[in-house]
């Protein structure tokens, strides 16, 4: 070999290493080491105003997602090599040990405005975010250890380069415009964003084992086609052939999109049970923090009086607004649970966390759907 093709081979030698050196790989800490900055983990990283995910780090997204004040996400999973996550038939996925959620909560902007909307059509490419076009506010990571999952808050600075760990949550005021860029109409909120103790607070499922587990990593949440690929792939067939998830049965449980248009009664049965399972089933479930209430919104439920409908309050208070039963059927401004949805009084407003302000257009499709209902209590 002469000195020319030498040269070369070390030329392309420490091309690759440099490469190589840009990108570390996914990297896991034990409790107790858990780093201050996010980037640690090697989760995504930020390249050409891009938050870009890791090799093995797949983008995953909901049929209908959780509200939090409007905020968009960009959820991701990674699961070790030679592992995979198996299913159970209350549609929970198991992921093993070492696996790593997140979860980036952020809002659309035009210039320095940051825009309330619903529609998230135009978030993602098959890479990442455009920071351009965001403004990062938390990652919440959970992470698969040993004795079991671990929530970690981290806030994102204003420079978008970097976020970092608050054990103790934190507070931030935003103000918001309307989508259509009306500058008329705006809303100042205080996006909260919870502590350990608070996040324990919708993550334990399981008041007796006292275990945390994942709130959207269910089957009928999953089970929709794999929008950020902007192709017609199913999301679950996809992630079984990345090795994310292992065989699944040919008939599984699917959720609805609470934002489609519905032509029938069974339509906005399914469609109004499914915004209140994400958003309150994790709760209201007989083994969850919401069980005293015996109000029950997981979709699991068929007992239509533990599902709320002439059912009074186990507790009176300022939580009724004066309403008697939690759905009234075909009234749905004489109900409990639409009176609580709307509510912004701390002593009243349901859920408790994760908002500061009204959904709107879920408390619409709610009162949609409890006014359709026929018969009285």
């Known amino acids: ?168 949550g934190d507070a931030i005021s935003l103000n918001l415009s309307s989508a259509d860029g009306n500058k008329k109409v705006r809303y100042d909120i205080q996006y909260s964003i919870p502590d350990f103790n608070q996040c324990q607070a919708c993550h334990i499922e399981n008041l007796k084992t006292k275990e945390m587990g994942l709130i959207g990593v269910k089957v009928r949440h999953l089970n929709k086609a794999y929008s950020h690929l902007h192709k017609s792939l199913d999301q679950l067939e996809h992630m079984v052939k990345l090795g994310i998830l292992s065989e699944l049965p040919n008939t599984l449980p699917m959720n609805s999109d609470w934002k489609i248009s519905h032509s029938n009664q069974t339509e906005l049965n399914h469609k109004a049970r499914s915004y209140l399972d994400i958003n309150c089933g994790h709760c209201h479930n007989p083994t969850g923090a919401g069980d005293t209430s015996g109000l029950f919104l997981h979709m699991g439920e068929t007992n239509l009086l533990k599902l709320g409908r002439c059912k009074p309050p186990v507790a009176a208070g300022q939580g009724t607004g004066g309403r008697l039963v939690s759905i009234q059927p075909g009234d749905a401004a004489g109900s409990i649970l639409s009176y609580r949805m709307q509510s912004l009084d701390l002593g009243a407003m349901m859920p408790e966390l994760g908002r500061s302000t009204v959904h709107i257009e879920g408390v619409q499709v709610i009162a949609e759907w409890i006014d359709a209902m026929e018969g009285g209590c």
Not at 11 to 36: A, I, M, R, W, Y
Not at 71 to 80: C, G, N, Y
Not at 97 to 114: A, D, W
């Open 1 to 168: 070999m002469n000195r020319n093709s030498v040269g070369l081979v070390v030329f392309l030698v420490l091309f690759v290493l440099v490469l190589s050196g840009c990108q570390k790989d996914v990297t896991l800490f034990e409790k107790g080491s858990f780093p201050k900055r996010l980037s640690e983990w090697n989760v995504f990283f930020v390249k050409n105003n891009s938050l870009t995910l890791n090799e093995g780090v797949v983008a995953y997204d909901l049929n209908t997602p959780l509200f939090t004040d409007y905020a968009h996400k960009l959820r991701t999973i990674w699961v070790p090599a030679d592992k995979s996550g198996t299913y159970s038939e209350n549609s929970d996925i198991e992921l093993p040990i070492g696996s790593i959620v997140t979860k980036t909560f952020f809002y659309p902007r035009n210039g320095e405005q940051l825009l309330m909307t619903n529609d998230e059509s135009s978030d993602f490419n098959s890479v990442g975010l455009d920071m351009a076009n965001v403004r990062l506010i938390e990652t919440r990571l959970m992470v698969r250890l040993e004795n079991g999952w671990q929530g970690l808050p981290y806030v994102w600075n204003e420079t978008q380069d970097e976020a970092f760990l608050e054990i103790a």
